[in-house]
């Protein structure tokens, strides 16, 4: 792991504070109100969220013991409490505003549909009706590979509602990456779609299943099917089936089933720097109240506010801020299908004109592709319901931050960069927008009951702008429980590259960061090998197996590259089995060869022939030399441990 250093990062000087209308209607108003809240958690952060979880949540019965960290780096929060996240997101909403849009969707092609709770309601019971039907019980794994329509959120709704354990696979990856997530959960079931509207294409679905299940490694025996874009599609007799003939043989009754708080909510998989993708295990209590928590503060839902998080149920950020954030605040949550594209680039801000969106929520990489798209777009459309922004997934360049802050917020609307992880559940560094000036390109302060920090491998606090690892020093009640069936992984990933303090053990999120003279984070990325592609976590690791396991390749180095669109571009430095050649022709057919294995956001960029690959004595890959040659910079730093100066020589020319 390299030291992260502070070099690269500029000097940002503009500060941006809330107007005084914003903070006067804001849940925490101002700075002092906001260090209050601050300080009093942190002086005890059990009770701080024990208080929340009180108030916030329903509970069926209630807790024995708010956190037991007695076998740390497993926490249990809420220990023998009882709840149910579908309960807190549907039914204790019906009363007072049964009436109210629950999912505003928008389809690709301009069709929409709009739940109300009641409605939500309905279709989650009568689907977790179907899920039972199929013999789904509570604890099972079940896969959902879906486009953004409302039968996602359905699906994972269904599934809390039950005690299922859902594990969504983003609807880009390939057969073979949802291969690898069912195999490694032990799905049995499978809830998919015919296809899905992106780029004026459908993007067929259904096939990759079946390629999915082909070879008999899964455990799936039953695949039920929504059908959105109603293509022909292959049905196999007696495993699948189509999601309305089901719905039609079932009761809408379906009590919400009383949970411990502990039990397994969902597994979603993220990549590390070695080995397969992790499954990220969240549970239901914890999860439930630090995505309600974060949600209702940091986007400052009001009762009329229409909030799009632009993100797919894929990610977690759909999980906490598309479904269960929003309405577990009883918010109303657009859901739009589609991606900006030739045919109409200015397709998000229809959205927000059609549907009068009030907070909007997207990542860095979008924010650049609309700036290249051109002002015109945004220009040309009513944005004045906006009144918050929101930004996710990767570092914003402060120019980025300014675009969106004049061109799309109009200089009215604070902008929350908001800093977390799939592991982490919610935000966790973030302004609250009331209370906390921005600076552009900072996520600024960590949210109440979050004890963030930048330390250096000891676990000490580094002093203000030097660089080091961003890192917790307290559980908190939103953070994943373990690696799905791999105890000693989790440990190993995310609790032993800091040493202990004192005994207290602190979470290591991987990312380098450092905090400035006012204690504002700045996040400089990633310090493992984990390349961020337009705000998608890609492990080398896996890229370079995939390379590998075409016959072409001996070995392979996969790096990241500056990108001003997408963040970081992949580059990959490939050394050939002795029968092939390099050429244009093999060149492109890795490329495919990668997007087949894992799915497009997995394209090499680039792809570079290489004679040898630079190696230490022991044989690891000298990425740190590999990540300058792509970059084109000079090949700087000790160079010492490298096994044979002459490879490093013939990558340079
Ligand atoms: C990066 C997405 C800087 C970071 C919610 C982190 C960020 C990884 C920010 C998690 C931000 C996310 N500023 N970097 N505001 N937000 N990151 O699991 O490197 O897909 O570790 O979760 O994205 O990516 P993940």
Same mark, same amino acid.
């Given at each position: 792991?390299?030291?992260?250093?502070?070099?690269?990062?500029?000097?940002?000087?503009?500060?941006?504070?809330?107007?005084?209308?914003?903070?006067?209607?804001?849940?925490?108003?101002?700075?002092?109100?906001?260090?209050?809240?601050?300080?009093?958690?942190?002086?005890?952060?059990?009770?701080?969220?024990?208080?929340?979880?009180?108030?916030?949540?329903?509970? &069926?019965?209630?807790?024995?013991?708010?956190?037991?960290?007695?076998?740390?780096?497993?926490?249990?929060?809420?220990?023998?409490?009882?709840?149910?996240?579908?309960?807190?997101?549907?039914?204790?909403?019906?009363?007072?505003?049964?009436?109210?849009?629950?999912?505003?969707?928008?389809?690709?092609?301009?069709?929409?549909?709009?739940?109300?709770?009641?409605?939500?309601?309905?279709?989650?019971?009568?689907?977790?009706?179907?899920?039972?039907?199929?013999?789904?019980?509570?604890?099972?794994?079940?896969?959902?590979?879906?486009?953004?329509?409302?039968?996602?959120?359905?699906?994972?709704?269904?599934?809390?509602?039950?005690?299922?354990?859902?594990?969504?696979?983003?609807? !880009?990856?390939?057969?073979?990456?949802?291969?690898?997530?069912?195999?490694?959960?032990?799905?049995?079931?499978?809830?998919?779609?015919?296809?899905?509207? #992106?780029?004026?294409?459908?993007?067929?679905?259904?096939?990759?299943?079946?390629?999915?299940?082909?070879?008999?490694?899964?455990?799936?025996?039953?695949?039920?099917?929504?059908?959105?874009?109603?293509?022909?599609?292959?049905?196999?007799?007696?495993?699948?089936?189509?999601?309305?003939?089901?719905?039609?043989?079932?009761?809408?009754?379906?009590?919400?089933?009383?949970?411990?708080?502990?039990?397994?909510? &969902?597994?979603?998989?993220?990549?590390?720097?070695?080995?397969?993708?992790?499954?990220?295990?969240?549970?239901?209590?914890?999860?439930?109240?630090?995505?309600?928590?974060?949600?209702?503060?940091? &986007?400052?839902?009001?009762?009329?506010?229409?909030?799009?998080?632009?993100?797919?149920?894929?990610?977690?950020?759909?999980?906490?801020?598309?479904?269960?954030?929003?309405?577990?605040?009883?918010?109303?949550?657009?859901?739009?299908? !589609?991606?900006?594209?030739?045919?109409?680039?200015?397709?998000?801000?229809?959205?927000?004109?059609?549907?009068?969106?009030?907070?909007?929520?997207?990542?860095?990489?979008?924010?650049?592709?609309?700036?290249?798209?051109?002002?015109?777009?945004?220009?040309?459309?009513?944005?004045?319901?906006?009144?918050?922004?929101?930004?996710?997934?990767?570092?914003?360049?402060?120019?980025?931050?300014?675009?969106?802050?004049?061109?799309?917020?109009?200089?009215?609307?604070?902008?929350?960069?908001?800093?977390?992880?799939?592991?982490? !559940?919610?935000?966790?560094?973030?302004?609250?927008?009331?209370?906390?000036?921005?600076?552009?390109?900072?996520?600024?302060?960590?949210?109440?009951?979050?004890?963030?920090?930048?330390?250096?491998?000891?676990?000490?606090?580094?002093?203000?702008?030097?660089?080091?690892?961003?890192?917790?020093?307290?559980?908190?009640?939103?953070?994943? #429980?373990?690696?799905? !069936?791999?105890?000693?992984?989790?440990?190993?990933?995310?609790?032993?590259?800091?040493?202990?303090?004192?005994?207290?053990?602190?979470?290591?999120?991987?990312?380098?960061?450092?905090?400035?003279?006012?204690?504002?984070?700045?996040?400089?990325?990633?310090?493992?090998?984990?390349?961020?592609?337009?705000?998608?976590?890609?492990?080398?690791?896996?890229?370079?197996?995939?390379?590998?396991?075409?016959?072409?390749?001996?070995?392979?180095?996969?790096?990241?590259?500056?990108?001003?669109?997408?963040?970081?571009?992949?580059?990959?430095?490939?050394?050939?089995?002795?029968?092939?050649?390099?050429?244009?022709?093999?060149?492109?057919?890795?490329?495919?060869?990668?997007?087949?294995?894992?799915?497009?956001?997995?394209?090499?960029?680039?792809?570079?022939?290489?004679?040898?690959?630079?190696?230490?004595?022991?044989?690891?890959?000298?990425? #740190?030399?590999?990540?300058?040659?792509?970059?084109?910079?000079?090949?700087?730093?000790?160079?010492?441990?490298?096994?044979?100066?002459?490879?490093?020589?013939?990558?340079?020319?």
């Amino acid at each position: 792991m390299s030291q992260p250093t502070i070099e690269s990062i500029l000097q940002e000087n503009r500060t941006f504070a809330p107007s005084a209308e914003f903070s006067a209607q804001a849940a925490v108003k101002s700075f002092d109100e906001y260090k209050a809240l601050y300080d009093r958690a942190a002086a005890d952060p059990v009770a701080f969220w024990e208080a929340l979880a009180k108030t916030e949540l329903h509970w &069926f019965k209630p807790w024995t013991q708010a956190l037991d960290w007695s076998n740390p780096p497993f926490a249990k929060w809420f220990v023998n409490g009882k709840t149910n996240l579908s309960y807190n997101c549907l039914d204790r909403h019906l009363e007072s505003q049964g009436d109210k849009p629950a999912i505003i969707w928008e389809g690709e092609p301009g069709d929409s549909v709009t739940l109300t709770y009641r409605e939500l309601h309905q279709q989650v019971c009568q689907f977790a009706n179907v899920l039972k039907k199929m013999g789904v019980q509570k604890g099972d794994r079940v896969g959902i590979y879906m486009p953004m329509i409302p039968e996602a959120a359905v699906a994972m709704l269904a599934c809390a509602r039950i005690g299922a354990v859902h594990g969504v696979v983003f609807g !880009g990856f390939s057969a073979e990456a949802l291969r690898d997530r069912l195999v490694d959960a032990a799905a049995k079931v499978v809830i998919t779609a015919d296809g899905g509207w #992106r780029k004026d294409a459908i993007v067929p679905l259904k096939p990759a299943v079946d390629a999915a299940i082909a070879n008999g490694q899964t455990q799936v025996t039953t695949v039920i099917v929504a059908k959105r874009t109603a293509q022909e599609v292959t049905m196999v007799e007696g495993r699948d089936h189509w999601w309305h003939d089901l719905a039609a043989t079932v009761n809408s009754d379906c009590p919400a089933a009383e949970l411990d708080a502990e039990d397994n909510l &969902f597994v979603l998989y993220t990549s590390g720097s070695t080995g397969k993708p992790k499954g990220v295990v969240h549970t239901t209590g914890g999860y439930n109240l630090y995505a309600h928590m974060t949600c209702k503060w940091i &986007f400052d839902l009001q009762a009329n506010d229409v909030f799009w998080c632009t993100a797919d149920v894929g990610w977690i950020t759909g999980h906490s801020y598309v479904v269960y954030g929003p309405l577990s605040n009883g918010a109303t949550s657009v859901m739009y299908e !589609g991606a900006p594209r030739p045919s109409n680039p200015g397709a998000f801000w229809d959205v927000i004109d059609k549907h009068k969106v009030s907070i909007f929520y997207t990542a860095p990489t979008a924010i650049r592709a609309f700036i290249k798209m051109g002002d015109d777009h945004p220009k040309s459309r009513d944005l004045s319901s906006l009144r918050l922004l929101g930004t996710v997934g990767e570092p914003i360049n402060p120019e980025a931050w300014m675009w969106y802050h004049t061109v799309i917020g109009k200089e009215r609307c604070p902008i929350v960069d908001t800093w977390w992880q799939t592991e982490t !559940g919610g935000i966790m560094i973030t302004p609250l927008p009331g209370a906390i000036p921005t600076k552009p390109g900072s996520a600024t302060l960590p949210f109440p009951g979050i004890l963030a920090d930048v330390v250096d491998m000891d676990g000490n606090s580094v002093p203000a702008n030097e660089g080091g690892y961003l890192a917790v020093r307290h559980p908190w009640p939103g953070m994943m #429980r373990t690696v799905y !069936g791999d105890d000693d992984r989790f440990r190993k990933t995310y609790w032993e590259h800091i040493a202990p303090v004192d005994g207290k053990y602190l979470y290591f999120a991987g990312d380098g960061a450092r905090r400035d003279e006012d204690g504002y984070f700045w996040v400089m990325g990633r310090v493992d090998d984990v390349i961020n592609v337009a705000g998608h976590r890609l492990g080398t690791m896996e890229i370079e197996s995939a390379l590998v396991s075409h016959p072409a390749v001996a070995e392979a180095a996969v790096v990241g590259k500056p990108d001003d669109l997408k963040g970081e571009e992949i580059v990959a430095f490939v050394t050939l089995e002795g029968t092939y050649t390099a050429s244009d022709e093999l060149m492109k057919e890795l490329k495919k060869h990668v997007v087949g294995e894992i799915g497009a956001i997995a394209r090499p960029g680039e792809i570079r022939f290489a004679d040898a690959l630079p190696k230490t004595r022991s044989g690891k890959i000298m990425r #740190r030399l590999l990540r300058a040659l792509a970059a084109g910079q000079e090949v700087s730093g000790d160079t010492s441990t490298l096994e044979d100066m002459s490879v490093l020589e013939k990558l340079r020319g």
